[in-house]
């Protein structure tokens, strides 16, 4: 199996595809930003593999988790402070942003097996006080 990334050799294929799709597909990647299909369609297999990869819970993932929360709330910034010590490992980075005198917003970078980033999120956001935050999967880029 040839090794993915920008050192492998491009191949060229053709796709059968219903006029109707094609269109709309065309029309669809035009607003993205798209100026050629091709770019479209590696894009598309690429986002594919990362979604597999995750479900699949092999090798090590990438992923932002972002929530926003109350400071004042009760004990809160105890059990995020302790639960991000508890996890150093897996957290590769952090922002902290006060957004406003009551909010504040955090940032994290972390890297690890899908099922503890998983985990680690599930334990930040249920956090009493976390009023909103969500877990985008990203890619270590290797191989894609
Ligand atoms: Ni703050």
């Known amino acids: 199996m040839g090794k993915a990334g920008s050192q492998d050799a491009l191949i060229r294929f053709g796709v059968s595809m219903e006029q109707g799709l094609l269109e709309r597909f065309d029309k669809?990647?035009?607003?993205?930003g798209y100026t050629n299909r091709s770019e479209a369609f590696r894009d598309l297999a690429r986002a594919q593999l990362?979604?597999?990869?995750?479900?699949?819970?092999?090798?090590?993932?990438?992923?932002?988790?972002?929530?926003?929360?109350?400071?004042?709330?009760?004990?809160?910034l105890h059990h995020l402070t302790h639960i991000q010590h508890d996890h150093q490992e897996m957290i590769i980075s952090s922002l902290h942003v006060h957004l406003d005198h009551d909010n504040c917003m955090e940032v994290l970078i972390l890297k690890g097996k899908a099922c503890e980033l998983e985990?680690?999120?599930?334990?930040?956001?249920?956090?009493k006080g976390v009023k909103f935050g969500?877990?985008?999967?990203?890619?270590?880029?290797?191989?894609?």
């Open 28 to 32: 669809l990647i035009a607003k993205q």
């Open 50 to 76: 990362v979604r597999e990869s995750w479900q699949a819970n092999r090798s090590e993932q990438v992923a932002v988790l972002s929530f926003v929360y109350e400071h004042e709330h009760g004990d809160l």
């Open 134 to 144: 969500q877990l985008m999967h990203g890619s270590s880029g290797k191989d894609l």
């Open 119 to 127: 985990k680690l999120s599930k334990k930040l956001l249920s956090i």
